[in-house]
């Protein structure tokens, strides 16, 4: 189950296949992504691959003492590109693997250009999704429907995602989905008919409970992706924006050379895997005993090197100390402008009234508080247009709704029209109207009771009270308490067993605070695996671009500003 | 205990141990305990005796399953149970997924192509053969023409109207021109010419690759061997010449191209670039030090330990062989960095790019194999290894003797408590009889006991112990000896079990008190902030006052956080704590035993029971032992009193600490941030990954042509100095190493000049310069 390891799986086995002896990767846009994700350059270089190159990339020379590893996404592009580099050449033997089902007569046309009969290897390799961690992939898809239906591009985009990643984890699912969402079916319909259709392939070993795959939508929980993080990763995510494992720190002020982009990946950082779900208190403290840690290992500058010995120490060390030296600051750096960015925007009181708007149902309070902050003058546009979004999420219906009255303040407050139109836009899209299931007030009487003892207990941590509304579905789905007929099964057959092992898919993207909250159930709850996956993966940011580009709302005007989707910050 | 079950509850608030009340905070909890249950130690007893049950019972029902060897599993039950379920980084590993071969369906169609295509180039050939097979400038035209005509049926003139290629009709001034390879027409701009040599080339390597053909699954259809003979058929046809074609052929371009790509090929298969060579050589190297590495590391490590397995000049033979290889690796990549630089027109950038990549990886190889090469003891400092090893060895003898006597001090103990025990009446007592005689001939612990006696769990290696006696009994057939020492068993087994609970059970909780920890300190890191805010602005508006009087209630809980968590851990008192203190009275077993007989047992229902009064022993030192946070109060109150600037200076928020810290360092920093490219996987190096493809272009202009250190370091070239330097015994090794070192700080030196940090090259320069010095010195002193 673990996606990570499924990917370097595939991308290992190719290169072992190809035996010895010098060789380039040959990729294709998506897979270079894919496959950066599980592998570092010094690793992959080990393995005798020296070269990286675009297929369809025009300054490639003809370089016959190398082997050439193809990895690619089946397109139609990718085909009509490979046809020509078969037809002359340029290395001396090829190895191709497609990264889902490619169709017959593709292959045929393919074996046909290869008349120099150059290629010793054509095969299927699933790893057709980026593995973010180890439970939790993304397809890097923005806005993936058009209004409530899906785009059809994204629709067999997510399809062939989703089915890959079934095939790299050998699950064939039964198939829960979301009944309020359309798409959620819609999608959950194409999957299955892949698993129809390609039903050879599907036919793992079979276990005992067999694999669940449960279909989300994003509407259904509009709040999640509005709140700001604490936790080391969620929180990079929000405040500086994650791509592919990096991060663009270009914008920091006095940014060094080297560290306009950095890469933070768990597989082979160290600090960042032990730190990454922890909050931000907890990294401060240990970014510090990682400095001192490293002060003591750091050569003294003006250190004689008086006798072998002293020499011989500094050369040994100093491959290592290099290596320690880039983590530190690579994390000094990115801490120091996460703390930077919390004081500016001073998002400790912003964060503390998002979570009272998306935790608890006091509305003057939160009404009142709102108003304070859109008023000080601290507090950014973004940081003000979420508040009023949340807002508006939480008491859409309630009487003493003053929403008007909190856009003539946004008005007042100089924010651009663009987010206030943005704001009836997620109502729009994650509104009363369109949820399936009651976001904000607890349904049976043990959530009842619970909200009550938190009420009379007072929160641990006014930060991180908000659990996503994901927790609640799986904690239901795993003690098989979730309901059939808002969560209905594909298909006749239904699970009789607590699932297992589960695939949880959220359509419009997933978030790191959900992909926390499943490491804590994976952590805490015995005999149970979850997988998550999404579209993407939601900053607050990118989600509203991708309520944007759903063109829900305000449908003509807005459209063009969907197409700027500049780096996220 | 109850909690157990629901891990989310155990972590709110401070529970009171004994009415399970939730209360605010600790202070809240003291003053809680102190007027409530001050003097209720009976009932504490009765409280704790029920926890420990319900703890005993959920241990049970993790432990149904592992039946008899229950010492054995426990550990490892007892790891899921503190997390319940598993990281997804632990998951265990998976399989290969699904993957499907198109392979043969690719075969299928290609070979139906392909025979076609080898076909269509085999005839080509042999009429090209043909065409040459005679001497063409000693024949007059029109017997070449009759030849040519001969080997391809020429295409009838009159059905071919219009040029085929480029579509020019044809007139007396457009004259149509036959292709001589396949006979068809077309204009003469169209039409190709083949040299003589250029034939020769292909029509030679075919009659030397047809006996063996070129690819492996080349189609049986290719033609074998060419016949002769068909010159024979000379005609008499004359014909109107337009130009006689002595040293050339006429073809049309398709022909040709065909014959072009088949050129290629044949080039290809009989070059081989200077880079493979090399780099043949340097995988070479590399294997063989894989090889020999392990090898070496294995005998130095002996060595060093004073171990006599290995001979000492055969390992030092070893790596001077190990360096050597080394050293080869490192030329052999230089001189692939550097291949075609000085060519005129430079190399293509991905050329380029190859051999930097091949010479990165090969630094990274020497990095990680060789420099890790742990060094020799000398001779002086292998005797003296040997004589310590010896010491050591004495020192671990006299140890083992002594383990063994004490174990047979604590059986013979337990074998006269149990006769005490017998005494006190029963059945027993006629059991109990032998006593005295065993004292003689007391069971010994069975040679297997000297492995087990590593068990770091006193109990369990009492365990073992008994379990061999009951072996010893059983092969003797005292079968009454064997029941008592079964019963003995039993009860050890069952203390040991419920001190395995009750490690879990305090895992469990501290598992949830650290979580509880880690939350209160964000809850602290923003309090600070706050805090902060609130002395910068002054403003006492009413929201910040009754944060900052929240602020004051959870402090004290909070500055100490990291000094006394086994003083959380009492107050949130679970049995955990105990159990500190009852592992702490069972390191030394006899003691317990001893308390024992002072009790009257009634008989085995009660054995499980056993330790009970142990642990509310350690309970009750606990409750006594809980004062610490009296030592803590006079200091606590008055932090409370003056709550805000002096109590908060020192820490104001991680955040602002790090900012005030970070600035610093980070000028330090500068130089040593600076990711070598060649060392930091994970840092910033400059990654191929990129989708953006900037790198290629940008790099092939800083390639290290002017003032490349490493063409300095090919100069010094490390063979020559290795025969220069091997007469000299001692030396050599050294000397070795030092212009190791060299060449690995010119390779910093350039990598810190590529990424331009000069701070650095500076300080690495510096090394240089000293070890280029020491090395003169030592050559002036060994010449």
Redesign the interface.
Known sequence: ??VV??VK??VS?MIEDSG?G?KVLLMD?ET??I??MVY????I??K?V?????ID?Q???V????KAICFLRPTKENVGYLIQELRRPKY?IYFIYFSN??S?SD??S???A????V?A???????DYIAV???LFSLNILGCCQGRNWDPAQLSRTTQGLTALL????KCPMIRYQLSSEAAKRLAECVKQVITKEYE??E?RRTEVPPLLLILDRCDDAITPLLNQ?TYQAMVHELLGINNNRIDLSRVPGI????????L??E??EFY?NNMY?????I??N??NL?EDFQKK?PK?QQ??ES?AD??A???N??Q???M??????H?TV??EL??L??ERNL?EVS?VEQELACQNDHSSALQNVKRLLQNPKVTEFDAARLVMLYALHYERHSSNSLPGLMMDLRNKGVSEKYRKLVSAVVEYGGKRVRGSDLFSPKDAVAITKQFLKGL??V?????QHQPFLHETLDHLIKGKLKENVYPYLGPSTLRDRPQDIIVFIIGGATYEEALTV?N?????????IVLGGTTVHNTKSFLEEVLASGLHSRSRESSQVTSRSASR | MASLDD?GEV???FLCPLCLK?L?SFYQLQSHYEEEHSGEDRDVKGQIKSLVQKAKKAKNRLLKREGDDRAESGTQGYE?FS???????M?E???????????S??????AA??DH?VVEVNKLIIRLEKLTAFDRTNTESAKIRAIEKSVVPWVNDQDVPFCPDCGNKFSIRNRRHHCRLCGSIMCKKCMELISLPFANKLTSASKDSLSTHT?P??SPNSVHGSRRGSISSVSSVSSVLDEKDDDRIRCCTHCKDTLL?REQ?ID?KEH??D??KL?EKL?LCMEKVDQKAPEYIRMAASLNAGETTYNLEHAGDLRVEVQKVYELIDALSKKILTLGLNQDPPP????L??QR??R??AT??V?EKL??LMSLPTREQFEELKKKRKQEMERKKILERQVDLESQRRFEERQSDLASRAANGDVVSLQGGPAPLRKAEGWLPLSGSQGQSEDSDPLLQQIHNITSFIRQAKAAGRTDEVRTLQENLRQLQDEYDQQQTEKAIELSRRQAEEE?L?????????ER??EREREQFRAASLHTRTRSLDFREIRPFQLEPSREPPTHLAYALDLGSSSVQSSAALETPSPITALEPVRVWSGPPAIGQESFPQSIMSQQNELASLNPFDEEDPSSPTAEGTTSPPATEPSF???????K??NP??E?????????P????????P???D?E?ED?HQRPSSPPVPGNPFEEGTCTNPFEMDSDSEPEGEEPI?EE??LQ?ID??KA?IFDAKQ??RLDEVE?LTE?LR??KR?LAKQKGGTH
């Not at chain 1, 060094?256 to 890469?263: A, F, G, H, I």
């Not at chain 1, 641990?460 to 991180?464: A, D, G, L």
Request: glycine share 6%.
């Open positions: 189950m673990n390891f499924a799986q595939y086995k010895p010098m846009k270079t992504g496959v950066s570092t350059q010094s690793e270089l080990q005798e020296y070269l990286f190159e675009r990339s300054n490639r020379e370089m016959k003492h190398l001396s089902v490619i017959k292959v045929k393919l074996a046909e290869d008349e120099q009969e290629v290897e054509v095969q299927e390799f699933y790893g961690n180890p439970h095939l790299s984890l050998k392939l599907f793992f604490w060094s050379k080297d560290l306009r982009e950095v890469v990946s768990a082979n950082d895997a922890l909050n931000f208190a907890e401060g403290s970014i510090k400095m750091k500058e004689k090197l072998i020499m011989k500094f050369v040994e100093y491959p100390f290099k290596k030296s880039g983590t530190v600051s690579k000094v801490v120091g703390s930077r919390v004081s400790l503390e207990k007072g641990e941590n006014v930060y991180t490491y159930l994976n952590r805490t709850t015995p005999g149970v695996r | 891990p972590r709110e608030g939730n605010q899921s997390y319940g379920g598993v990281d997804p980084y998951w590993p998976q399989e290969l997924g699904a993957v499907r071969s198109h392979l369906d690719f075969k299928k169609h290609r192509r392909i295509y690819s699954s080349q790509k090929q290809e081989t670039p880079i493979v780099y995988r293509h950038p991905n050329t790019r190859l990549m091949i990165y990886s990274l190889f990095q420099l890790g509880d880690q939350r209160e300190q964000l809850q602290r890191l923003c902030e706050w928020g991680p955040s602002a600490y790090i900012l810290e970070y360092f980070e330090e920093e500068e130089e040593g941030v600076a990711g070598n060649f060392t930091n996987p994970d840092g910033p190096a990654n191929p990954f989708e493809d290629p050294e190493l030092l070192q690995n700080i910093y990424c331009g300080v090394n000293e070890l020491t």
